[in-house]
Every structure is written in C-alpha cells, then in structure tokens.
C-alpha cells in the first residue's frame, strides 16, 4: 500500500500566506490547474492518486484550506506536480474572477471577515502567551534546546547544501480544526511530542533545531502554525529519521508507538504552580479565545457555501474532454 503525506500550503488564519512556492519551485514539471470547478480539480487529483497507488509511487497531498479536499498533488520522485488555484486566488489571476465579482465578492468578504476574527483570537492567545513568558526560566529552556541538538545532530554533515520546506500540517477549516500529523510522521521513526503552554518557548525550540539541521546540510520540513506562521509547530528531518511536534491543543498527541518521547517545556522551563496561581485569568482568555474561533470558522462556512454556489453556477465540463485533460494530466507528471 502507497503511503502519503498530507498538508496544506494556504491557512485561513489572520495573515495571508503562501507556501505554493516553496513545495513547487524545486519541481522540474508543475502543472496549473486555473478556472477548473472544484469537482473537476477532484477527478483529476483523484485519478492522479489512483496512478500512483498502482505504480507504488510516493505521492503528496495537498489539502485545500476551506473544506479539506484535494487541492494539489506532488511525486517527489518524479520531481512533478499539479495544483488547482481557486478562481479568487491572487497568485494565479483568472478570467472568472474579472466575468463574476458579484458571484465571488461573498466568498472574499466571508475570507476577510475570518481572518480578522482569527486575528483578534491571535491577540487572546499572545496574552496567555504574556502569562508564562513572565514565568519562564530561559537558561533550562536554552540548555534543553542545546541539549537536543547534540544528541539528534552531533557532528553530523550531510556535506551538502541544506534546504528549507515550508507547509501547514492542518488550519481550521468550514468544518472545524483538522490536522495531518499522523501522515505527516507516520514514516519517521522518532517522534517527540513537546507539551508545554503558550510562551514557553516550544516554537523557539523548534526554530532553533531546524537552523541546525539546516546549518548542517540537511532538507528540514518546517510545519507552520496557522494561527501565527511565524511560530512553527513541527520540524522533521527526514533524511536522521526524527521530527519534534508541538503537541498541544488544538493538535495535542501523546506516544503511541515505539520512539515516541515527550518533553515538557512547562515542567522543564516554567515556575511550578503557574496554572493555579492564573487559574481564573487563563480561563478568561481561553474560553474568549474558543467564541471567537467559532465565530471565525462560521464565517469560513459562508465563504465554503458561497464557493459551492459559484461552482455550481460553473457550465460542466463535456466528459470526452474532461477524458483528454486527465490523460495529458497523467502523461505530463507520469512521464520519465
């Protein structure tokens, strides 16, 4: 059975963001799927996974950050992949979006509105963040990441320029939060599961070890959050057999198999008793911070029906066409 790596490029939260570059650009063969409907994107993604599967080819997949379909295939092997821009995508400009503004001005509007809701949730989470910053012990924090980097890294040299990837593993969606870490590690041997709370320092940590591994010549996958990008929430080395995983909610996991470890940065790094002596302060800001999720994910349904709406509206494709689009599809990331 093929195994596959999910994750998303594009996150619905407070900042617009981008990694289709990133995973694209080191491709010798992109195919731009632009003014497709959604549910022809679908069949031919579909039918790429199908390809792969049948030929036991190590397949990616990219998730769409409204609904969690398909939205882009890439074969590392084969160093070829596809994507489908949405219509209202600004990376990749469409006709459609010039024919029917009326149409798409909801989609955008409900887009816009969730990311200043998310936005002001990002605010709620700085000042839990504020919380256990104040409380924090740097040095431990500081001697653990030197710590990690010693045993995962040593003397290692790859011996070779290092290369950065840079994703999501999950984003809140129409549907609520959804996450691929289980996807995204379940080839990778060593896996170490860091608790801790907001501010302290997983997110550091993480960044600092990636710049190591990097330093050293190795390909890093950096895992962003989609709440704050600039704080990342994963970094796997897959060429050493190890990632770290900032796990906690909404992404909170706990060993399940053999190399599975957890570092606490909150028993390690902060003074004991910092729950309890903010007990009622944290509770505030978190249950505020949960409304305004919600709200924001309501307004990402919206934007999901009102997409629907328009692909609906979309004349369908003929079927003999659609045939010749999936076979070139096939032939131009397929081919030797």
Known sequence: MNSAIHYLLHASGPQQVSYFDSNFSRLERTVRLSGYPH??????????????????TPIEIVHHRLDNSMQGVILPERSAGAFGF???????????????PEQLAPILENLEKARSIFGK???????????????????????LTEKMIDLLLGGKQSGRPGREIHRF??????????????????????????????????????????RAALNRGYTVERYHCSLDPK???????????????????????????????????????????TD?????????????????????VSCLKEAKGAA???????????????????????????SP
């Open 169 to 210: 593993f999950g984003a809140a969606t129409a549907d609520g939060n959804l996450d691929y870490v289980p996807e995204v590690t379940a080839s990778i041997p060593k896996r170490y599961f860091i608790k801790g709370r907001p501010g302290t320092g997983k997110s550091t940590f993480l960044k600092k070890l990636a």
């Open 121 to 143: 949730a990002r605010l709620l989470h700085d000042e839990q963040e504020k919380i256990y910053l104040s409380q924090m012990d740097f040095s431990a924090a500081d001697r």
């Open 86 to 100: 949405d219509v209202y995508d600004p990376e990749e400009p469409n006709v459609l979006a010039v024919l029917a």
């Open 231 to 273: 704080s990342l929430d994963l970094v796997a080395v897959r060429e050493l057999g190890f990632c770290l995983l900032d796990s906690t909610a909404p992404h909170e996991y706990f060993p399940s198999r053999s190399g599975d470890e957890i570092l606490d940065m909150y028993q390690l790094c902060v003074t004991p008793g």
């Open 276 to 296: 309890e002596a903010y007990a009622a302060q944290l509770q505030n800001l978190q249950t505020a911070y949960k409304e305004l999720v919600q709200t924001a």
């Open 308 to 334: 629907d709406r328009f692909d609906a509206a979309l004349p369908q494709p003929d079927p003999a066409a659609m045939e010749q689009v999936k076979a070139n599809l096939l032939a131009q990331l397929f």
């Open 39 to 56: 549910s022809a994107q679908q069949t031919l993604f579909a039918a790429v996974c199908r390809r792969a599967e049948q030929e036991n």
